[in-house]
């Protein structure tokens, strides 16, 4: 199971990499009105949720109950459309980043991640355990990965519009 997560969640972060290595810093910073993030800030948002996934599932595996959690739809958080509100806990700063730093910003978020996921003991419980996610209410905790690299996708999305508008 982690091994199939981590090759999507590798790719989508290639992918990711790919849209923003080649903007220079006012690119990066730049909004496209007064209430868009900069692209700045939708990476500096991605590194968030990745650090606030790992403590969500550490926190999930550490609960002593064991359930059959409900699968839910997560592929549902690339719908657009759909405008969703980030929790405070997963709010940019406003200050802007160069763009070097920021990569390696997420280079050591993933890093976290992989290796919080590869000592997993027994990673059969992330499908017995949920947590209470922010966008979908109780999530399997395995679910929580998966939306990491679907929720970054939405985001990949965003960039692209973002790097359309701002020169």
């Known amino acids: 199971m982690i091994p199939s997560l981590l090759v999507q969640l590798n ?10 290595e080649l903007l220079n810093n006012r690119q990066f910073n730049q909004k496209a009105d007064a209430n868009s993030w900069s692209i700045a800030q939708i990476c500096h948002h991605l590194a968030l949720v990745e650090a606030s996934t790992i403590k969500a599932i550490a926190w999930g595996l550490s609960s002593q109950e064991t359930t059959q ?3 839910l739809d997560v592929q549902k958080i690339t719908d657009r459309t759909t405008k969703l509100a980030a929790p405070k806990i997963v709010e940019p700063t406003d200050k802007p980043f160069e763009v070097q730093d920021m990569l390696t910003l997420l280079s050591e978020t993933r890093e976290q991640l992989t ?14 355990k949920a947590v209470k996610h922010p966008a979908f209410g109780p999530l399997a905790l395995d679910q929580w990965i998966e939306q990491v690299y679907l929720h970054e996708q939405r ?13």
Do not use: Y
């Open 11 to 20: 790719a989508t972060r290639e992918q990711l990499v790919k849209e923003i």
């Open 69 to 71: 959690p409900e699968r």
């Open 115 to 128: 290796s919080f996921l590869l000592g997993i003991a027994d990673p059969s419980l992330l499908a017995k």
């Open 155 to 167: 985001h990949i999305e965003q960039i692209q519009e973002s790097k359309t508008s701002v020169s």
